[in-house]
């Protein structure tokens, strides 16, 4: 039967000092369900598209704000809303990004969220793969395995533009550590270090849209002005340990 306004406005009376007096409100308040009711729709997804460790026109002239408003805005955005979208009402709710990678690598029926979500892994990776005033050298133990391992940065950086201008299509090029090892990997499409058992040290992507708006097809080019201009040495030396 339904109530008057009068009988549910007295029985939410009731129920609030019921609440108060039992110190379930307490409760209540404090259960991250509740909370998440406050929120929006896109804040209790899973994901999120992180904010970029620079300010978007950070890189400029050699990535250009416009690049990173298509690239971080739309393209990195779209993983992350794909992602949300091909794991929600799974168990993947709850996995963290690398077990979803992990999970699904091998799976030729889960390839979409192998994608989804190696992208938004590899985005994320690529951004703080670059720094403002990047470049340089490396230092410290990093620098003697690039010497010991390549023969030269200069040798490293030839190595790792060969293998980022000759991926054929889309991709990305990477130097790795290999059981102790650095190795400079290339990769097809959303494909990544993690997949083979390797650690991520850096990253360049070499899809189109990294660098169609700033070098048009001059992808040798735009690989250069990465390892000259704005990789980050001190981003790798941390994934190195
Ligand atoms: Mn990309």
Redo the contacts with the bound molecule.
Sequence with gaps: MPLTKREFNKSLLGLASLLATSGLMEEIMANPAFATETKTKEETMPFTLPSLPFAENALEPYMSAKTFSF?HGK??KAYVDNLNKLIAGTDMEKASLEEIIKATTKDSTKQGIFNNSA?VWN?TF?WNSMKPNGGGKPSGNLAKKIDSDFGSLDKFKEDFKTAATTQFGSGWAWLVSDGGKLKIIKTANADLPLAHGQKALLTC?V?E??YYLDYQNRRPDFVSTFLDKLVNWDFAAKNLG
């Design positions: 690239h393209h990195h992208q985005h690529f992507d899809w849209h990294a």
